[in-house]
């Protein structure tokens, strides 16, 4: 999708769920940060982190697996 289409698209869900809960699996980082309130990280079907998108941008095993970062020990 362009940036357009994924704008129309995050406000379209913000608007059908306002009030009600929402599971969804997405594996674009930047759409679940702006959609989420608090998040669940799997990594081969296992749960490695949840908590609000600040405390699963900082989660070392997050950034490791899905953000594309090495962190340093």
């Given at each position: ?58 989660h070392r ?13």
């Amino acid at each position: 999708m362009s940036s357009e289409e994924t704008e129309y698209t995050l406000n379209l869900i913000r608007e059908v769920t306002a009030g009600r809960a929402l599971l969804i699996v997405e594996h674009d980082m930047d759409v679940v940060f702006k959609l989420a309130d608090r998040i669940s990280v799997l990594v081969y079907g296992e749960v490695i982190a949840t908590g609000t998108p600040d405390e699963i941008r900082q989660h070392r095993g997050v950034r490791e697996a899905y953000l594309g970062e090495e962190v340093a020990a």
